[in-house]
């Protein structure tokens, strides 16, 4: 185990580019070991891009991704896909994949060519399925459950590779809110008593303030914040990085900041606002 | 899953059975069961049907039935497109071109050198087209768009060449261009097994890879698999599978669709229980296809790649139609 002081992931310096474009230019960057960031940001800020940086799936053009204290590009891509998983944004599966066919796939960096299922990988499923507490469901297909459960069985994949990071591209995106709760809910156990290092791109800003121990505020590829909650969920720092004007309260629930949008400038409502605009090009 | 592989083998054995005893010289069970036992007494002569012509063209119906199958499985699983064949990358045509380019411009006597012709015309064939269609990796896509142009580019070529050639080589190739069993011998089924047992134990141990493959690009890299490795390695499994058939049998058309097809409905989508079953059903139908090729317009013969085509085509029409009305 390397010393919790060494991130667990860095970027140092980091450009990174889409064909000629460059979405990232000097990024540097360290994710906490065993905590939970949240990568924030507006659309197009680069909060994906950078996330499949972390993961290995995308090299940069100019500086150094590092892993603990190891570069990722000397890493061959199987030793990475031991000691990183990563779930993209929406992931398929052919038609007819069960659950648990589902998790044995994440075994596969633990394999070598023509090796088959040890105990030691059905263990490992076994031990994802109950994480997220999917044991009902394993030989169900995937596309006969609820949007919550089949992230769930994603999550279950990735935990099902046994790697002490997780990275996880919007997986609350598409999820009705009390399934946005359960993952996020997921994702914290993994932390707290898993002593996973999990990071995850996430919109929600009052929901990721509630869960995340480190937010990261990524606007047009440049980091304009990043800290713990407190320090993130500041109103001149969500105007920087949003655009909006709010106002920022503790959460009656759980004291985390919360942030509630202001009225728009000229005391209109967006409305208001916009049937303005409208009236006057009619 | 063990049930069905049974079912299935039964299957094959019936249409066997019916291979060997019907035809221009019918044969009871009886003296088909006693010519396919050495020493049990049959005729010289049922013996000479049963084991000199008919038995080896049923063992290279279903060994080249099998091998379309597991080929389309595999061009399935690279495209991500449960549609795909291996005909979409060009695999079929171009080994069909260098097929007909031996028969018609080195003439008979050239047996030994057909699957190699197959695999090499099917090669260059995909070559070509992961060529033609990389742009820093080869996406589905532009595979399939890429596939398609040339495929009616060494069709076209081909029906030049049988334009152009005496006509007794013409006569050939066109006859194996419908996919037909009939002069399939001893010697052919033994080239044959020796090229596809290789691929085809390949295809079995390279499975799990293909399942990774077959939750997308980004999930499988992040897996740690090297995708472009295995999408040229199951590709060129592909190419070999039905370049060896294709040489020896003609273009059998699909079959490399609608096995892989009923096998994933039955045995799910991962590879290690889905590609057996898909061997099997493969077999049987191209074995079926034969059978009725030969007797139902007896004494002419229909071209089992005619029948399957003919066959194929409506039900590859019924099988989108179910899908959209399940979905609805």
């Known amino acids: 185990m390397p010393a919790a002081d060494i991130p667990a992931l860095s970027a140092l310096n980091v450009t990174l580019t889409y064909g000629a474009k460059p979405v990232a230019e000097g990024l540097t960057l360290t994710i906490p070991r065993g905590r939970f960031t949240a990568l924030i940001g507006p659309n197009g800020s680069g909060k994906s891009t950078v996330l499949r940086a972390l993961a290995g799936l995308m090299r940069p053009a100019a500086g150094e991704i590092r892993l603990g204290d190891t570069p990722l590009r000397g890493l061959s891509s199987r030793s990475l896909a031991r000691r990183i998983g990563f779930l993209p944004q929406s992931p398929t599966a052919p038609e007819g994949l069960s659950v648990a066919d589902l998790i044995r796939q994440g075994r596969y960096p633990h394999r070598s060519l023509f090796e088959r299922m040890t105990a030691g990988d059905e263990a490992a499923c076994a031990r994802a399925l109950q994480l997220t507490g999917l044991e009902g469901l394993a030989r169900r297909p995937l596309d006969s459950l609820s949007g919550g459960q089949r992230q769930r069985a994603w999550i279950a994949m990735v935990l099902a590779q046994e790697t002490d990071i997780l990275l996880l591209d919007e997986p609350t995106t598409w999820l009705d809110i009390a399934h946005q709760i359960e993952v996020m809910a997921l994702m914290e156990t993994l932390v707290r008593q898993g002593g996973k290092t999990v990071v995850a791109v996430l919109h929600d800003l009052n929901q990721t303030a509630r869960y995340a121990g480190h937010m990261v505020m990524l606007k047009a590829g440049r980091i304009i914040a990043e800290g713990p909650p407190a320090r993130v969920m500041d109103p001149a720092l969500i105007r920087a990085g949003f655009g909006v004007d709010c106002i920022v309260t503790p959460d009656p629930v759980t004291g985390t900041p919360m942030w509630s949008a202001q009225p728009w400038p000229g005391g209109n409502s967006a409305a208001e606002t916009g049937a303005a605009a409208l009236s006057r090009s009619c | 899953m063990s049930g069905w592989l049974s079912l299935l083998l039964a299957v094959f054995c019936a249409i066997g059975l019916a291979s060997l005893g019907l035809g221009d010289h019918p044969l ?7 010519a396919l ?10 013996e000479m049907v049963v084991l000199d012509l008919r038995l080896p063209r049923l063992l290279a119906a279903g060994l080249g039935g099998a091998a379309l199958a597991v080929s389309g499985a595999l061009v399935q699983a690279v495209l991500r497109n449960p549609l795909a064949d291996p005909g979409l990358l060009g695999i079929n045509s171009g080994a069909a071109l260098v097929v007909i380019a031996l028969m018609v411009l080195a003439g008979p006597g050239v047996l030994a050198l057909l699957p190699v012709a197959g695999f090499a015309g099917a090669l260059l064939s995909v070559v070509l087209v992961w060529a033609l269609a990389w742009q820093g990796g080869a996406s589905p896509l532009r595979l399939v768009l890429v596939g398609l142009a040339l495929a009616a580019m060494t069709g076209a070529m081909a029906s030049v060449l049988t334009t152009f050639a005496p006509i007794n080589a013409a006569q050939r190739a066109l006859i194996w261009l419908a996919g037909s069993l009939h002069d399939i011998d001893r010697p052919r089924l033994q080239l044959m097994a020796l090229w596809l047992a290789l691929p085809l134990g390949l295809s079995l141990a390279l499975a799990r890879h293909a399942d990774a493959l077959n939750l997308g690009e ?19 499994i592909a190419a070999l599978l039905a370049g060896a058939t294709v040489a020896i049998t003609g273009p059998i058309g699909f079959v490399g669709l609608i096995a892989p097809h009923l096998a994933r409905h039955i045995a799910g989508p991962l ?9 099997l059903i493969g077999a049987c139908l191209v074995a079926a296809a034969d059978l009725a090729g030969r007797l139902v317009f007896a004494p002419v013969q229909i071209p089992a790649g005619l029948v399957t085509a003919l066959i194929g085509g409506p039900f590859f029409f019924w099988l989108i139609w179910s899908r959209r009305h399940a979905r609805s």
């Open chain 2, 218 to 236: 980004t999930t499988a890299r992040a897996l740690g698999q090297r995708v472009e490795v295995t999408r040229a390695a199951l590709i060129l």
């Open chain 2, 37 to 46: 036992i050495p020493g049990q007494g049959a005729t010289p002569e049922a």
């Open chain 2, 271 to 279: 590879h290690a229980r889905m590609l057996p079953v898909a061997a």
């Open chain 2, 28 to 34: 009871p069970l009886r003296e088909v069961w006693l």
